[in-house]
């Protein structure tokens, strides 16, 4: 029978006594959770050596839950889950709105669309290229020539 563990991302100071408890609970024949909490950490998040991180605007981190591509609010993904994230690459689900600009983009409704964030390439630790794709319409962006401006 083998035991399954998941780490989130944990400061370094932290990172011994998670390894205490795993591994005590490993021993014992137990499946554990370790867990931590804070900006771009997730229940799938991983040291980097292991899982790539993503760098947008002044985030570095696991799995933001929102990404903005516009200073104008635009083009802002909100509400972003990750199903995966390996070392190969993320793929996240989130809402994002679609001004009509009818009659003019401050005074027009915002249509609300499911987006997909997919996130690959990785180099030196991080991912390279992001996908977005939403209402029918793909945009794939390179690190550093073209990328989102802000995550959180």
């Keep these: 029978m083998?035991?399954?563990?998941?780490?989130?991302?944990r400061p370094a100071a932290t990172w011994n006594t998670a390894s205490a408890v795993i591994l005590a609970a490993a021993a014992a024949g137990g499946g554990v959770s370790a867990c931590a909490s804070g900006p771009g950490?997730?229940?799938?998040?991983?040291?980097?050596?292991?899982?790539p991180l993503v760098t947008i605007g002044k985030f570095t981190g696991w799995?933001?839950?929102?990404?903005?591509?516009?200073?104008?609010?635009?083009?802002?993904?909100?509400?972003?889950r990750w199903s995966s994230w390996t070392t190969a690459g993320a793929t996240g689900r989130g809402k994002s709105g679609i001004e009509s600009c009818v009659p003019n983009c401050a005074a027009g409704k915002v249509?609300?669309?499911?987006?997909?964030?997919?996130?690959?390439?990785?180099?030196?630790?991080?991912?390279?290229?992001?996908?977005?794709?939403?209402?029918?319409?793909?945009?794939?962006?390179?690190?550093p020539s073209s990328w989102p401006l802000a995550a959180s």
Excluded: C, K, W
């Design 111 to 143: 249509a609300t669309v499911p987006a997909t964030i997919t996130l690959s390439a990785p180099r030196d630790g991080r991912f390279t290229m992001l996908t977005e794709t939403r209402a029918g319409q793909t945009m794939t962006l390179r690190y």
């Design 2 to 9: 083998s035991t399954r563990t998941r780490l989130r991302s």
């Design 63 to 80: 799995a933001p839950s929102q990404i903005d591509f516009s200073a104008d609010g635009g083009n802002v993904v909100t509400g972003i």
């Design 41 to 51: 950490t997730s229940p799938r998040s991983r040291p980097a050596s292991v899982r």
